[in-house]
């Protein structure tokens, strides 16, 4: 089985419910994100996060955090 596919098949199968005192929520899928500490989640994370920062550094679109220019700069 490729890494790919095993990866689909994990993340496929993950539900997930909220505990508030002594009560749990029905069961959930959950179809976005990534497992709570799992193993490989840093890493699918940045994995994801690194094209939003390409996209973004490629667009010339940004902001301003604490004073300092946050953003793209057209060279892609």
């Known amino acids: 089985m490729c890494f790919s596919r095993l990866l689909a098949d994990w993340y496929g199968k ?3 419910c909220v505990k508030r005192g002594y009560c749990l929520s029905k069961l959930v899928q959950l179809v976005t994100g990534v497992r709570q500490d799992g193993v490989l989640s840093p890493v ?3 994995v994801y996060v690194n ?3 390409i ?3 490629c667009s ?3 902001c301003q955090v604490a004073g ?3 953003g793209g700069n057209n060279v892609c």
């Open 14 to 16: 993950v539900f997930v």
């Open 44 to 46: 699918l994370f940045a």
């Open 51 to 53: 094209d939003i920062i």
């Open 55 to 57: 996209n973004l550094e």
């Open 60 to 62: 010339g679109y940004g």
């Open 68 to 70: 300092k220019y946050v």
